[in-house]
């Protein structure tokens, strides 16, 4: 059988263009059969008859012809229920329109005009209880009837509250991807054109005195290029991909950290990695995170630090991965608070670890990352 619940959701234009057009004929169909179906258990009402008909599909053509004038809609649909209560018809499924007429009116915001027409229903459908059907007066029905109107603004509300909440989590979801897109595109613009950029100023300096450097620092160039544009369109193809079809793996990985010194070693900095422990053990997502934190770290030795040496050293322990990423630069006081530093602190946050940051003048700089292995994000 099917449930109020089940007519409003298939009425209200909620889940898309073909739903909502096919939902009124349902609803159509639920009214005539069940007027007729409910004049059996009521022999003292009038009996359906074409005007009944009429007024059954009135409410659900209402719905599908003047669905966008909320104000108009209720009025119509409520005027046609009106009608059919004071004409003596049988109680039954023609107050499913009016029910899907004010759950519209409270999503749309129109939460008076809703209440309103609940309030003016009651005082309609009691008159013409006493007045138009004769009935005498009864507590008890006028009781039944507030609650259900209750009911009426209720299912409404209910529905306003639940589509609210999930434009809210369909915003949160958006803005957590922006971030994650962010931080993806700093780590690969910043540490490319990092590279890019220092080895353009030393072919630069070294172009008349030292000419056979210059072709090293192109070389580098070139290669921090390419690979900035392969992982520039890995992340583009990820986004025009169709949901169903978008890779789920990350594309960096800790196996690419021997790369990653050996583009900087090539910019002017020796670079060695240290790896203790099984990689295969760590989450893709985990490890993916922690190549990035340690890409943004040998950035900022690039561009800020002045060493000559670089190390990465990572340890991949049974419940989670310890990273430092060390230089013999010249340091400074405080710590550097920057996009790059906080992206670094939100990915290990992100797996519930945390980033830390030492530098002190003349001996270089260690940044410590730790991230539990707990889940794969």
């Known amino acids: 059988m099917l449930r109020g619940a089940d007519v409003v959701h298939a009425v209200v234009p909620y889940g898309g263009e073909m739903r909502w057009r096919v939902g009124p004929f349902v609803l159509g169909f639920i009214q005539v059969a069940g007027t007729f179906g409910a004049a059996h258990g009521q022999p003292e009402a009038r009996q359906p008859d074409a005007l009944a008909v009429a007024l059954a599909l009135a409410g659900p053509a209402a719905l599908?012809?003047?669905?966008?004038?909320?104000?108009?809609?209720?009025?119509?649909?409520?005027?046609?229920?009106?009608t059919y209560v004071a004409l003596g018809y049988p109680y039954g499924p023609i107050f499913a329109s009016f029910v899907v007429a004010v759950t519209i009116s409270v999503i749309r915001g129109r939460r008076v005009l809703a209440w309103l027409a609940v309030s003016g229903a009651l005082a309609l459908a009691t008159l013409a209880r006493v007045v138009v059907?004769?009935?005498?007066?009864?507590?008890?029905?006028?009781a039944g009837a507030c609650a259900w109107a209750l009911i009426v603004v209720g299912i409404g509300e209910l529905a306003r509250l639940n589509r609210a909440r999930l434009a809210e989590a369909r915003r949160a979801k958006v803005s957590e991807e922006r971030l994650r897109i962010a931080r993806e595109l700093h780590d690969v613009v910043a540490h490319h054109m990092s590279l890019i950029h220092v080895q353009a100023g030393v072919a630069l300096h070294v172009l008349d005195r030292k000419p056979e450097q210059v072709e090293t620092a192109l070389s580098t160039i070139k290669d921090a290029s390419k690979e900035a544009l392969t992982e520039l369109r890995a992340l583009i193809g990820v986004l025009r991909a169709d949901a169903e079809a978008a890779p789920r793996a990350p594309v960096a990985s800790l196996s690419a950290l021997e790369s990653l010194a050996a583009r900087t070693s090539q910019a002017g900095i020796s670079t060695t990695v240290d790896i203790r422990g099984d990689l295969d053990a760590v989450p893709h997502a985990a490890g993916a995170a922690a190549f990035r934190i340690a890409q943004e770290a040998i950035t900022n030795v690039v561009r800020h630090s002045g060493a000559t040496r670089a190390r990465i050293k990572v340890t991949v322990g049974p419940d989670d991965l310890e990273m430092t990423v060390s230089d013999n630069g010249r340091g400074s006081d405080g710590s550097p608070e920057g996009n790059g530093m906080r992206g670094m602190r939100?990915?290990?946050?992100?797996?519930?670890?945390?980033?830390?940051?030492?530098?002190?003048?003349?001996?270089?700089?260690?940044?410590?990352?730790?991230?539990?292995l707990g889940s794969d994000a």
Not at 133 to 142: E, N
């Open 346 to 372: 939100e990915r290990a946050s992100a797996f519930g670890g945390s980033v830390t940051f030492d530098r002190s003048p003349g001996r270089g700089a260690v940044l410590r990352a730790e991230l539990p």
């Open 133 to 142: 059907r004769d009935a005498p007066w009864s507590w008890g029905w006028f």
């Open 64 to 82: 599908l012809l003047i669905s966008r004038r909320t104000a108009i809609l209720l009025a119509t649909i409520a005027a046609v229920t009106f």
